[in-house]
């Protein structure tokens, strides 16, 4: 190296200058997705608990190479991550093997990441220009985004964390832009702070999703937060997906459901403190497993009871699709008169719990 490099921090950020590099070769086993790197864990297993963050501010929690696993809590920089997956004794000797990485020439297939001509946005700005975003936007009702929902089988009343936009740019990994209809929903906190929108692109018929590498991206600050559906007072439903809580809402109405977005931010997700009773609603994968496991593991302590239900097909969206509304009310409804002690809110009530 032409530089003597001799602090943490300083290599930490060199090492977050080449993210992906650093990825592809102690995270081999993972993938890129959009802005992330997604991975099992720090040991280089499959999976997508763990997520590397491939761009970001040049320091600090959205900096490039910031890494969290949602299963284990762990998290850090690309340095840490070089110290933990080596089991290095010292720290010296972390920095000294992330020196041998930098010093290598690059592999032909790492591709370096465009840079961007304008500075990166703070904090407040990326969630200022979501809920610009989403305002901009109209209620879905006569609009392709109903026509997409209703060709995945979900019919719901109105939904005031659901907008349409006809016109939302996409940027993929080589910076190219294009434009495509797109359902919009809000993420807000515990306490109703907008705090992102979550994206998803469909085609200009609404028969399914843009024909786009990503077609659901998030914009804004996703951690512990959800997409909400009702006002909650005793009794949650949590799942990923906006698709798969749409399709439990479709059968179950009068209950307040939440979509954390992934398995990851499911593992994250903090529950309103004041509920009694949450319903980890999750995918039918190793995934959904472990994201259910960890925040029931977590809400445990703060004396609300958990349970887990799961998705026959590979979510509840496949579900209602497959075997149609009655079968996942049916599901629905036994599996919560089954929990003892649970009073279900009557239909058409406004109150949930």
Known sequence: MSKNIKTASETATLLGQQAEAVCQHYLSNGHRAGNYWIIGNIQNEKGRSMYVRLRGAPSGSQAAGKWADAATGQHGDLLDLIHLQGN????????EEAHRFLALPRPEYFRPVPKKS???????????????????????????????LLGRGIVVPPQTALR??????????????????????????????????????????????????????????????????????????????????LSL????PELAMA?????????????????KLLITARDNDKAGEKAAVTLAERVCTSGITSYDFVSYGKDFNDDLKQFGKPYLADRLTAFLTGIEGIILPEAGSKSVG
């Open 118 to 148: 304008a500075a990166v946005r703070t904090d407040r700005e990326v969630v200022s220009a979501a809920l610009r975003l989403f305002n901009s936007a109209r209620p879905i009702g006569g609009t392709v985004a109903e026509k997409y």
């Open 259 to 275: 979509a954390a977005l992934s398995a990851n931010h499911l593992a994250a997700f903090i529950p309103p403190s004041h509920i």
């Open 88 to 95: 290095y004794h010292i720290l010296r000797e972390a920095i």
């Open 164 to 245: 349409f936009h006809p016109n939302v740019y996409y940027r993929d990994d080589d910076g190219n832009r294009s434009a495509h209809p797109a359902l919009l929903a809000a993420v807000h906190c515990n306490d109703g702070k907008f705090r992102a929108v979550n994206r998803i692109w469909i085609d200009r018929l609404g028969d399914g999703l843009a024909p786009i590498a990503t077609p659901k991206k998030a914009l804004g600050h996703l951690l512990g937060h959800a997409v909400r559906f009702g006002d909650t007072r005793d009794i949650l439903i949590v799942g990923e997906g906006v698709e798969t809580i």
């Open 249 to 252: 809402k479709c059968v179950c």
